[in-house]
């Protein structure tokens, strides 16, 4: 089931996806999502935040997972489906990924997320989502996505933009992190880094990925 969003014409926000995933592989979508969602999922970061919950991301995954503050800065949450307003977001994910399944057999089991609170001066090095040396059978990150959290209005000065480098572009593409702007790219071949803001940032990161098993 696709979920209504008031306002918003999400099945024609998964038809855009679908139509440049296969080429270019990527696609930046502002105000994506309605005012009234992305305030309730910013009002739920800071609270799981004020509760305690955020801690420090890392980088790779089970035994290779450590926390590199020279990588990456920020503080993470996985998305709990019992927190409401992650469960209206997981479930807009989730018509997103059963769509990619339906048009493009990617076989994508699952959707895991974050939501990721940068400091000011906080900062994520150039970077591919897909860990490297997973063993086969480990299953693994298919398609990456970043929805942003900020107050509407993020100043063009105020930094914390991710660059992306694809492939063939000299300059890198410059992504304001305006609340309510959704990306969406494959997570094994576009080189991203989110840069300092002077200013907290917040978002959500999440991937649909395979099982593997
Ligand atoms: O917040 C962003 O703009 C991107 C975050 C990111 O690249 C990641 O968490 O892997
Ligand atoms: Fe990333």
New binding site residues.
């Given amino acids: 089931m696709i979920p209504a969003l008031s306002g918003h014409d999400w099945p024609a926000l998964i038809e855009r996806v679908l139509a440049v995933l296969p080429e270019p592989g990527w696609v930046v979508l502002p105000d994506a999502l309605p005012a009234d969602l992305v305030a309730a999922l910013r009002e739920e970061l800071v609270a799981r935040d004020a509760a305690g919950v955020l801690h420090a991301a890392g980088i790779g995954r089970g035994a290779a997972h450590q926390v590199r503050g020279s990588v990456r800065g920020d503080r993470i949450a996985w998305l709990q489906a019992s927190w409401p307003a992650a469960a209206r977001y997981l479930a807009l994910m989730d018509s997103l990924r059963q769509a990619l399944n339906r048009a493009f057999f990617l076989g994508l089991d699952e959707y895991e997320a974050h939501y990721?609170c940068y400091e000011p001066g906080g900062f994520?090095r150039r970077h591919v989502?897909r860990h490297a040396g997973g063993a086969d059978g480990q299953g693994q990150r298919v398609i990456s996505t970043?929805c942003y959290l900020s107050e509407p209005g993020w100043p063009a000065d105020a930094g914390g933009e991710?660059l992306l480098h694809p492939e063939g572009h000299d300059d890198p593409v410059r992504v304001r992190?305006e609340g309510g702007t959704l990306l969406v790219f494959r997570s094994d071949n576009l080189p991203?880094e989110?840069l300092a803001a002077n200013r907290q940032r917040l978002?959500i990161?999440g991937w649909m990925r395979t099982r593997g098993d």
């Fill in positions: 990721a994520y989502d970043v991710l992190p991203h989110v978002s990161a």
